[in-house]
């Protein structure tokens, strides 16, 4: 005989209670970050933001791709765009990439290396102010500085290179434009090209690398420098004495100082005004860069 059975109160096929509560949704990363300011002027940051190994080090677990800018821009101050040395992005790009980030945050860009990178300099201000012009100013307060390097094989020739810093925009709707130089050959390394430079208010790279002529001469109205010598070995890319060395001299910079103990090639200059200083940590292990920009935020109480 068969009998009708009555409603179980065996939850186990069902897999749980259907009168709980849902299971609380995982936290959101972001939730509550309101980013990094700048402290005394000095911002610290890395180059770019979409790499993988990133994605088991810096970014959270499971954090979708398309959050990572979001994420990036609220534990750094700064962010230099590689991507644009290889293309130019459309205006609705750059408006997109200003969104996600919070206040006080800025973007560094590298121009386009067609612009920079071979043939006369001199006949390179169209296309210069072409790629300022075609959407920068989507950026709004977000954008920084914008850094033209010169190719290794590009020697000094101070005609050329005047013609082309003559032709740079300096204002952009209203706003200033911060220029920075970065000059990869030996024949940089004399007067002629500081006292240029200084006419112009052209701020010149300093770099850490072995590969690169290392100036830490001051020629612009802020300090731009990119730390390219993080180790793998190193959780922090570099040790602790060594960015304690950076963030006294990122402070020196900031306060108008300069710093005698770094590669110049002219005499140190006396104090002047407060500066802006912006600290890059770029290549050689990328991997561990991100967590050295933010080592040294910690040095200097940013966090």
Partial sequence: MNRKRSPSNDTSASGG????????????????NT???PIDGIRSGIGGWTFVPWRSNFYPDKL??????????RQLSSI???????????PATYAKWA??????????????????????LAKAASGAKAFIEGGLAEFGDRLGPILWQLAPSRVFDRDDLAAFLDALPRTL?????????EVRHPGFLQADYLALARERRIATVFTDSDQ??????????????????????IPTGYPDDELDAWARRAQAWARGEDNPDLPHVGAPLAAGPAREVFVYFISAAKERNPAAAMRLLEKLGAR
């Fill in 17 to 32: 209670d259907l009168f709980a509560s849902p299971a609380a949704a995982p936290a959101d990363p972001l939730a509550g």
């Fill in 35 to 37: 980013g990094v300011k």
């Fill in 212 to 233: 690169y002529p290392s100036l830490a001469d001051i020629t612009g109205d802020f300090v731009y420098a990119r730390l390219m010598g993080s180790r793998a070995a």
């Fill in 64 to 73: 979708v791709q398309r959050r990572e800018l979001e994420y990036a821009s």
């Fill in 99 to 120: 969104a996600e980030t919070p206040a006080h945050f800025v973007f560094s860009l590298k121009a386009p290396g067609r612009i920079t990178q071979g043939g006369a």
């Fill in 173 to 181: 709707e209203g706003r200033p434009l911060k220029h920075v130089l």
């Fill in 80 to 90: 230099e765009i590689n991507g644009t040395f290889y293309s130019a992005q459309k």
